[in-house]
Nanobody, 126 residues
Framework: VQLQASGGGGLVQAGGSLRLSCVASGRIMSNSPVGWFRQAPGKEREFVSTINGNGYMIYYADSVKGRFTISRDNLANTVYLQMNDLKPEDTAVYYC???????????????????WGQGTQVTVSS
């Protein structure tokens, strides 16, 4: 399983928007939860959002609720993270990840995710 995150890069001003994409190889993603996580310099990786296979279970970190929206297109094997009203504290490398096949719960725990993308940098200026 390979995941590729994209959509970051460059610099966005505070209050701006970005949409991140996570594309998976094969059909592994269609029934599996996909999570977005981020890691800022000098900090631990943290949970951002997750969505289950059918898109009916969605969770967000408190810090992004109301600003970020996760969605998925299973036909395209793609999960999106729409980020609005970006803040400087959103600056981080953003990673997408999916669980081992058969694990269908949209977990918020980093350790529950087996396959990780390479990350995409999001930089928000004040």
């Amino acid at each position: 399983v390979q995941l590729q995150a994209s959509g970051g890069g460059g610099l966005v001003q505070a209050g701006g928007s970005l949409r991140l994409s996570c594309v998976a190889s094969g059909r592994i993603m269609s029934n599996s939860p996909v999570g977005w996580f981020r890691q800022a310099p000098g900090k631990e990786r943290e949970f951002v959002s997750t969505i289950n296979g059918n898109g009916y279970m969605i969770y967000y970190a408190d810090s992004v609720k109301g600003r970020f929206t996760i969605s998925r297109d299973n036909l395209a094997n793609t999960v999106y993270l729409q980020m609005n009203d970006l803040k400087p504290e959103d600056t981080a490398v953003y990673y997408c990840a999916t669980r081992f096949p058969g694990n269908v719960v949209a977990s918020q725990q980093i350790s529950d995710y087996r396959y990780w993308g390479q990350g995409t940098q999001v930089t928000v200026s004040s």
